[in-house]
Protein backbone atom coordinates (compact mmCIF):
# COMPACT_ATOMS: atom_id res chain seq x y z
CA UNK A 1 0.00 0.00 0.00
CA UNK A 2 1.40 3.45 -0.69
CA UNK A 3 -0.04 7.10 -0.05
CA UNK A 4 2.24 9.53 -1.96
CA UNK A 5 0.55 13.18 -0.93
CA UNK A 6 1.84 16.36 -2.96
CA UNK A 7 0.90 19.73 -3.56
CA UNK A 8 3.01 20.99 -0.17
CA UNK A 9 5.36 24.08 -0.20
CA UNK A 10 5.26 27.70 0.35
CA UNK A 11 1.91 29.52 0.27
CA UNK A 12 1.30 33.25 0.81
CA UNK A 13 -1.08 34.52 3.81
CA UNK A 14 -4.46 34.47 2.38
CA UNK A 15 -3.50 32.63 -0.46
CA UNK A 16 -4.63 28.78 -1.41
CA UNK A 17 -3.13 25.60 -2.15
CA UNK A 18 -4.46 22.32 -2.83
CA UNK A 19 -3.02 18.89 -1.90
CA UNK A 20 -3.21 15.33 -3.04
CA UNK A 21 -2.89 12.39 -2.09
CA UNK A 22 -2.74 8.71 -4.28
CA UNK A 23 -3.77 5.65 -3.23
CA UNK A 24 -2.30 2.72 -4.66
CA UNK A 25 -2.29 -0.91 -3.59
CA UNK A 26 -5.72 -0.97 -1.77
CA UNK A 27 -9.35 -0.96 -2.30
CA UNK A 28 -9.60 2.41 -2.22
CA UNK A 29 -13.35 2.86 -2.39
CA UNK A 30 -13.46 0.84 0.50
CA UNK A 31 -11.67 3.44 2.45
CA UNK A 32 -12.45 6.84 4.33
CA UNK A 33 -9.80 8.89 4.04
CA UNK A 34 -8.67 11.50 6.19
CA UNK A 35 -6.20 14.55 6.34
CA UNK A 36 -4.04 14.85 9.36
CA UNK A 37 -1.26 17.52 10.30
CA UNK A 38 1.82 18.18 12.74
CA UNK A 39 2.88 21.41 13.61
CA UNK A 40 6.27 22.28 14.48
CA UNK A 41 6.83 20.91 18.25
CA UNK A 42 3.05 19.45 18.31
CA UNK A 43 1.61 16.42 18.01
CA UNK A 44 -0.23 15.33 15.13
CA UNK A 45 -3.99 16.35 15.02
CA UNK A 46 -7.30 15.38 12.44
CA UNK A 47 -7.59 17.91 9.59
CA UNK A 48 -10.34 16.77 7.59
CA UNK A 49 -12.08 13.24 7.07
CA UNK A 50 -14.52 12.04 4.22
CA UNK A 51 -16.50 9.00 4.22
CA UNK A 52 -15.86 6.08 1.14
CA UNK A 53 -18.59 7.41 -0.95
CA UNK A 54 -18.03 11.17 0.04
CA UNK A 55 -21.87 11.84 1.47
CA UNK A 56 -20.01 12.85 4.89
CA UNK A 57 -17.12 15.24 5.78
CA UNK A 58 -15.83 16.56 9.35
CA UNK A 59 -13.41 19.44 9.46
CA UNK A 60 -11.37 20.77 12.84
CA UNK A 61 -12.85 23.55 14.00
CA UNK A 62 -9.73 25.06 13.30
CA UNK A 63 -10.16 24.94 9.53
CA UNK A 64 -14.01 25.16 9.27
CA UNK A 65 -14.83 27.49 5.98
CA UNK A 66 -11.21 27.17 4.69
CA UNK A 67 -10.57 24.16 4.30
CA UNK A 68 -12.73 21.39 2.08
CA UNK A 69 -11.77 17.73 1.98
CA UNK A 70 -12.89 15.76 -1.83
CA UNK A 71 -12.07 12.45 -3.02
CA UNK A 72 -12.32 10.68 -6.78
CA UNK A 73 -13.01 7.28 -6.60
CA UNK A 74 -12.26 6.73 -10.39
CA UNK A 75 -8.53 8.03 -9.71
CA UNK A 76 -8.09 6.80 -5.97
CA UNK A 77 -7.29 10.03 -4.83
CA UNK A 78 -8.15 12.66 -1.85
CA UNK A 79 -7.74 16.11 -2.05
CA UNK A 80 -7.53 18.69 0.68
CA UNK A 81 -8.32 22.37 -1.04
CA UNK A 82 -6.66 25.16 1.50
CA UNK A 83 -8.32 28.54 1.19
CA UNK A 84 -7.14 31.42 3.26
CA UNK A 85 -4.30 29.63 5.28
CA UNK A 86 -3.20 31.57 8.28
CA UNK A 87 0.52 30.73 9.74
CA UNK A 88 -0.75 28.36 12.49
CA UNK A 89 -1.65 26.21 8.93
CA UNK A 90 2.15 26.04 8.72
CA UNK A 91 2.58 21.75 9.41
CA UNK A 92 3.61 18.40 7.90
CA UNK A 93 0.38 17.18 6.51
CA UNK A 94 -0.47 13.47 6.16
CA UNK A 95 -2.76 11.34 4.36
CA UNK A 96 -4.45 8.48 6.16
CA UNK A 97 -7.09 5.79 4.62
CA UNK A 98 -9.48 3.66 7.07
CA UNK A 99 -11.29 0.53 6.63
CA UNK A 100 -11.19 -1.70 9.92
CA UNK A 101 -8.10 -2.80 10.89
CA UNK A 102 -6.52 -1.40 7.52
CA UNK A 103 -4.99 2.19 8.74
CA UNK A 104 -2.08 3.47 6.34
CA UNK A 105 -0.60 6.66 6.41
CA UNK A 106 1.23 8.76 3.58
CA UNK A 107 4.91 9.95 4.30
CA UNK A 108 3.65 13.70 4.71
CA UNK A 109 4.15 16.61 2.86
CA UNK A 110 5.09 20.24 3.92
CA UNK A 111 3.25 23.01 4.06
CA UNK A 112 4.72 26.72 4.90
CA UNK A 113 1.89 29.51 5.79
CA UNK A 114 4.58 32.90 5.06
CA UNK A 115 3.25 36.18 5.80
Known amino acids: VQLAEGGGGVVQLGGALRLSCAASGLTYSRHAMNWHRQPPGKGRELVAA????????IYADSVKGRFTISRDNADNTVYLQMNHPNPKDTAVYFC?????????WGQGTQVTVSS
Open 50 to 57: ITRASDRS
Open 96 to 104: RAVHGQDNY
